[in-house]
């Protein structure tokens, strides 16, 4: 089972509920018959689809989540990351692929921060918008 990024698999979860093309990395996966898990942090979190676009700064260990209307989601992003890893640590997950370019997802989001930390294989990919 892998853990995946629902945007990444078409889902209209992305903070601009905009459409991702599916990776091929992914459709072969799919093709293969493994098991994929899709999951949104930010709306494990409580974030709505759409939301405002927002960003993560690291202080050491400790993120802070401000949206584009000067709002503080941090609370949202952490609450999502450990709902995500709730779901890989229930079902038994090692792996994880998420979408590149993410405050939760991307290479310092997050909830891959979290999962990495926690053992979990965490690749990142990148999708086009359709």
Known sequence: MILVSACLLGARTRY?????????????????????????PE???GLATPRCRSAVHWKGDCPT??????????EEFLKGAAEALRIAETLGIRRAIFKSRSPSCGK?????????????????IDAEKE
């Not at 509920?17 to 493994?34: C, F, N, R, W």
């Not at 989540?65 to 941090?74: L, P, S, W």
């Open 16 to 40: 601009d509920a905009g459409k991702l093309s599916v990776p091929d990395t992914l459709k072969k996966l799919i093709e293969s018959g493994e098991c994929i898990v899709p999951v949104c």
């Open 43 to 45: 709306q494990l979190g």
């Open 65 to 74: 989540v401000i949206n584009e209307m000067g709002r503080d989601v941090t």
């Open 108 to 124: 310092d989001g997050v909830a891959a921060r979290l999962l990495n930390e926690q053992g979990i294989e965490v690749d990142i």
